[in-house]
């Protein structure tokens, strides 16, 4: 049997093709393109191919198992894979053949590939979040130059800005200025508007997110990006591995005695801690959600400061979710309020 690896690049890749005793068939540098693949894998008889999880790895494993092979993902994290490799001489010719020795000995450690419903759903998020930020950004630019002329614009939801704009005594100057913004404003809010109706359908029809929106501060947005983050719930093994995944438990260095933690990992994917955070300060505003988990925070502030608090409701936050989807109960706030009492 062979085993192939490859150091994936986006315009091109570097191939490595070694035998069972880890002779080299093949080493070869080509365009990273669907059909270049084709030309050197399609061919060969079924072999176990490596290669590191990145922007392109999805497509080209879809296309090398389509042609009959066996594809691992690997977790570039994962240290072992790499053998003796050193940074201090790095090439792609050298990383590829580490590949290739950790595919023929078995040392690596696959990544999680997304499904493809939840990709499609990670898309779909992306792009509204890329469209609310834009929307964002001409706000905070007509803001900062109505401030310079003295100005401005009574508080209120994104949504509203155009009204709230339209009410204020711009000078005819200014008008001018701002029009290309108010254009894009217009065009920026039906599209906004059209994606969270989009995603209000989907987390409704989803039972996993319909469920998922019974806990406090749980919106669409929210439980659609957990969904399509977590993808499987039993790939984690408990709450913590998950928020530990999320990038939410704090840096730890200690040794012996001593015992020091910092401020949060921030490992994982941002935009999932980004929602989380903003779910977190909802609960903080208003305690219609839960009363206990309200109370909770806002103890928690008192001792810690309010940013320390949000974020670990966050952390909280993320360990409900995730028992609420593994154990297929909707939120539960009298089980909650024991749990907050013993804290």
């Known amino acids: 049997m062979e085993y192939g690896a490859i150091d994936l690049h986006t315009k091109e890749s570097q191939i490595r093709i070694v035998t069972r005793e880890g002779r080299v068939v093949l080493d070869q540098r080509i365009a990273t393109r669907r059909d270049r693949f084709t030309w050197l894998f399609g061919d060969r008889p079924a072999m176990r191919i ?3 999880t990145g922007t392109e790895s999805e497509w080209v494993a879809q296309h090398l198992e389509s042609l009959g092979h066996e594809v691992v993902v690997a977790d570039p994290n994962y240290a072992a894979m790499y053998g003796e490799r050193t940074r201090r001489i790095k090439t792609d010719k050298r990383d590829v053949a580490a590949l290739a020795e950790a595919n023929r000995r078995e040392i ?10 939840q990709r499609d759903v990670r898309r779909r998020l992306r792009v509204r979040s890329h469209l609310v930020g834009m929307r964002r950004q001409v706000i905070s630019v007509m803001r900062a130059h109505l401030r310079a002329e003295g100005l401005r614009l009574h508080t209120g939801a994104a949504e ?35 994606a969270d109706q989009w995603a209000k359908q989907q987390a409704t029809r989803d039972p996993v997110t319909a469920r998922l929106m019974t806990a406090p501060g749980v919106g669409p947005i929210v439980a659609l990006s957990f969904r399509a983050t977590v ?10 591995h998950v928020s530990s995944y999320l990038g939410l438990v704090p840096r730890e260095a200690s040794s012996g005695d001593r015992r020091c933690r910092g401020a949060i990992t921030k490992a994982g994917p941002g ?6 955070l903003q779910a977190a300060w909802t609960v903080w505003r208003t305690p219609s959600g839960s009363a206990a988990l309200h109370a ?18 966050a952390r909280r936050l ?3 979710l995730f028992a609420m989807w593994r154990d297929g109960h909707l939120f539960q706030p009298t089980r ?4 907050t009492v013993a804290a």
Not at 231 to 240: M, P, Y
Not at 271 to 276: D, H, K
């Open 160 to 194: 509203s800005l155009l009204t709230r704009y339209r009410q204020v005594d711009v000078p005819a100057a200014l008008q001018a200025v701002f029009a290309p913004l108010v254009e894009l404003l217009e065009t920026l809010d039906p599209l906004i508007r059209q």
């Open 336 to 339: 909650l309020t024991r749990s």
């Open 50 to 52: 490596l290669l590191e």
């Open 318 to 320: 993320a360990r409900i």
């Open 271 to 276: 935009e999932m801690r980004t929602v989380l």
């Open 231 to 240: 993808d499987d719930v039993t790939r984690f093994r408990d709450a913590g």
């Open 296 to 313: 909770w925070v806002r103890r928690l502030g008192e001792r810690r400061g309010r940013k320390v608090a949000v974020v670990g409701l």
């Open 108 to 117: 690596y450690r696959p990544a999680h590939r997304v499904s493809v419903a």
